[in-house]
């Protein structure tokens, strides 16, 4: 009986010696059970016996919520031209604020800017005071149209700013004008 124990423990012993490195890690590794070791006869048990470690990923990082923002899209703008020394609105004139004011609800949100121009011909401080009617008649319009009014800024220049430069004195049809600019608002989402 002495003799078969001495046998089990040299075969057992060689059978440690000469098995690879990576599976005496794995069989002798110490884990939260103990060492992966026999009992029986210091032979050791086989892997399919202990299961392999549980890994558990790390957490995933928190990134609080912050609403995305839309870009604002390009700014629309519109040109409603005028006749010689009036601010009066022409039913084409009508027609492009009307289109203006639909644009603005089609946006939700927006800033309308309003800015009056005139020709060269005139005094300046004429000028001055006929863009400022037109800017204002204009304002009106898109009010009337259904635009909030605190939704419009109104400025205007008078003979400052030509659409096309020309001398002192020159009645030019594409400079008596008030240049309507909506800027959308930018929206979350």
Not at 29 to 44: L, T
Not at 92 to 119: C, K, M, N
Request: proline letters at 13%; aromatic letters at 12%.
């Amino acid at each position: 009986m002495k003799a078969l124990i001495k046998a089990a423990l040299v075969g057992a012993t060689l059978a440690i010696f000469l098995m690879p490195s990576a599976a005496k890690a794995y069989w002798y590794g110490p884990g939260w059970y103990g060492p992966r070791v026999g009992v029986f006869v210091g032979i050791p048990f086989f892997p399919f016996f202990y299961p392999p470690p549980v890994y558990y990923p790390p957490p995933m990082p928190y990134y609080p919520y912050r609403p995305a923002v839309a870009p604002a899209g390009p700014a629309r703008s519109f040109r409603v031209l005028f006749e010689f020394n009036r601010a009066s609105l022409s039913p084409e004139a009508l027609r492009v604020v009307h289109e203006a004011a639909v644009t603005f609800r089609q946006t939700g949100s927006a800033r309308i800017d309003v800015t009056g121009y005139t020709d060269t011909a005139g005094s300046s401080q004429y000028n001055l005071a006929l863009s400022k009617r037109r800017a204002e008649a204009v304002k009106a319009a898109l009010i009337a149209a259904g635009v909030p009014a605190s939704s419009v800024g109104v400025s205007w220049h008078g003979e400052a700013n030509p659409r096309v430069p020309t001398p002192d004195g020159v009645r030019e049809p594409q400079n008596r004008r008030v240049e309507i600019v909506i800027s959308p608002a930018p929206r979350h989402s």
